[in-house]
Every structure is written in structure tokens, then in C-alpha cells.
């Protein structure tokens, strides 16, 4: 049985290869590169960065595919599973990796750290969710075709509940969000007046969460989703007007109606939307009514009128000119 996740360091590149590659810990030959030397793959992963310009942010990613310590697998055949999947990863063709199994522990796992500068173009390494999730499907088959055990989806090697991250619907809902000021004070006043967790908590390799619960796990959407329904409940029982039901879902409902009444550009909105068809941002996730019809047109007019004020302008001004010079 083998799992693959993401690792979340804050150790630099030069840090993490030199553990993964300690001799009390591995063996010369468990540790392997692909695109790269293993004897000079910090200068080699240097140099690619140095050649593009772009030695600063994330500077690697880390990866680990552990086996079950009842696993009847060798160390030589887990660097040789190691080595195919690299070697078939989309995502890391054309970048430095370097690949080392450890021996150490009870159970056979191997590192693999991924230079974030791709040698070939100087791209940055773009990972999604989709990627993760297809690396470890071919992890699996390479266990099934192998006669080893398969992990179940969402059990630990035990057997227990794992935490996972959800993969997004498409490769565009995995993005980066601008978020402004005051957002990013009131965030930092969450974090300040919170509790800090005794230990980071990390699932498939992401840390940071905003929100925990009394257990120090992140909140997710059902919890959210309760704290509404209470919400709701408390007000309809005071009012005669009752308040409809409210998600997190209904939330994006209605920022996305919001931005596009207030003139967002569509495919702004669609990025910050996540969605992968400007269709989706326009039909479904905007509530636009006659009112809005209404009101859009009246801007619409006051912008003509705006506009011809300025091209007369510009004639007066211009025939004037032209009356001095004669």
C-alpha cells in the first residue's frame, strides 16, 4: 500500500535536499535525478533559476510516496516506482528532480523535490489539484499491477478517517485571489485574536487555516452552513418577514451578481470566479433584472451625452484655434 501528498516546508531548497540525501538515511543508490545530477543538483537547480531571472517566492515542492511498513516491497523496486512516476508527471517535464528513498524508518517512502523553475522556458511550476489526484491514481495502479495493497480513498494505512483536500471542478477554479486592504487587516485580526494551534495543522500539504474549530480542525462549509441555519432560524422567529435560506453557495451567488452590476469586467469576474466558461459567470451565477436593464441603460445614455459635451468641446476649441491663425 502506498499514498502520495504534498509537503508544506519552510525550509529552502538547499535545506531540503540535503536531508533527503543523508547517508544515515538513504543509500547512493536510492537517490536518482531526473534532468539533474544528484551530486551537483543544488548548482544545477541555482543555475536554472539564475539563467531565468527568477531566484525569488517558492523556490521548490516537495512530495512524498510512502509504503505501508507490512508492504512486502524492496527498496530498490519503491526508487524504481519513484523514478516512472517522475518520469510520467506532465507537470514536471522540463524541471530538475531529485529523487532519494529513505530506508530509515519502519516503512520504506521517497522525497521527491521539484525544482519551481522549469529549465526549458523559465516557467514557474503550475500544480493543481488535478495533477496531485492524477499521480496518485497512477501511484495506485502501479500497486494493483504489482499485487500490492491499494489504499482506500480518504483511510489512512490504518484504516482511519483522513482529512483531504477537495480537488476544484476544473483546473481554473485552483487560482490565486488579489484580496484588498481591508480584507487583508480583518484577516490579520482573526489570526491575532484566535487561539494559535499547538501544531500547524497540515492536510495534503496546505497549512495556514483561518478558522479551526474546538478539535483544531479548519472549519469547512457545513460549518458554516449550521452557523447559518442558525442565524436564519433566530431571525424568522422574531420576524413576520421570513429570511430565505442562506449558504455559502448563495454567497457567490450574490458577489458575483454584485461585481457585474457594478460594471466588473467579465472576464475579471470569471477569473475570480473560478470558472473555466465566461458563460457559467454570465448566465447562471448573475441575477440581473429589468431594474438593472433599466438602470443600465439610463448610464448607458448619460455616457452618450457625457461623451458628445466633450466632442463639441473639442470643435469649439478647435474652430477657435483656427480663427486665430487666420
Known amino acids: 500500500m502506498a499514498v502520495i501528498k504534498a509537503v508544506s516546508s519552510k525550509a529552502g531548497i538547499g535545506h531540503a535536499i540535503d536531508y533527503v540525501t543523508k547517508k544515515e538515511k538513504t543509500e547512493e543508490k536510492l537517490v536518482s535525478g531526473l534532468h539533474c545530477e544528484p551530486e551537483t543538483v543544488k548548482e544545477e537547480m541555482q543555475a536554472t533559476k ?9 523556490t521548490y515542492k516537495h512530495y512524498v510516496q510512502s509504503y505501508h511498513e ?19 508527471t506532465k507537470a514536471w517535464k522540463g524541471h530538475e528532480v531529485l529523487i532519494a528513498t529513505h530506508i530509515d524508518k519502519g516503512h520504506i517512502h521517497t522525497h521527491f523535490i521539484v525544482n519551481s523553475v522549469n529549465y526549458e522556458n523559465g516557467h514557474k511550476l503550475q500544480w493543481s489539484k488535478h495533477d496531485l489526484k492524477d499521480l496518485k491514481e497512477r501511484c495506485n495502479e502501479q500497486s494493483r499491477e504489482q499485487g500490492l495493497h491499494v489504499p ?14 477537495e480537488t476544484t471542478k476544473t483546473d481554473a477554479g485552483t487560482r490565486v485571489l488579489p484580496i484588498t ?38 472549519l469547512v462549509a457545513m460549518h458554516w452552513q449550521h452557523r447559518f441555519n442558525r442565524m436564519v432560524g433566530r431571525y424568522n ?29 467579465p472576464k475579471t469576474l470569471q477569473y475570480l470566479m473560478g470558472h473555466s466558461d465566461i458563460s457559467v459567470t454570465m448566465n447562471v451565477y448573475t441575477h440581473i433584472g429589468f431594474d438593472d436593464a433599466e438602470e443600465e441603460l439610463k448610464r448607458m445614455e448619460e455616457f452618450r451625452k457625457a461623451q458628445a459635451e466633450v466632442e463639441q468641446k473639442k470643435e469649439k476649441l478647435m474652430s477657435q484655434k483656427m480663427f486665430k491663425v487666420v
Request: some cysteine; proline content about 5%.
Open 70 to 88: 507490512d508492504e512486502e516491497i524492496t527498496p530498490e523496486q519503491a526508487h524504481k516506482n519513484a523514478i516512472e512516476l517522475a518520469e510520467h
Open 152 to 165: 482506500e480513498k480518504g483511510k489512512t494505512f490504518a484504516g482511519e478517517a483522513r482529512e483531504e483536500i
Open 237 to 265: 422567529d422574531i420576524y413576520r418577514v421570513q429570511m430565505p435560506n442562506i449558504t455559502p453557495h448563495v454567497c457567490r451567488h450574490t458577489y458575483c451578481s454584485n461585481m457585474a452590476k457594478s460594471g466588473m469586467n
Open 181 to 218: 486592504e481591508d480584507v487583508a487587516q480583518m484577516f490579520q485580526a482573526i489570526i491575532e485574536d484566535r487561539n494559535a494551534p499547538k501544531v500547524e495543522k497540515t492536510i495534503d500539504g496546505y497549512s495556514g487555516f483561518l478558522f479551526y474549530d474546538d478539535n483544531g480542525m479548519p
Open 50 to 58: 539564475e539563467l531565468w531571472g527568477k531566484t525569488d517566492g517558492r
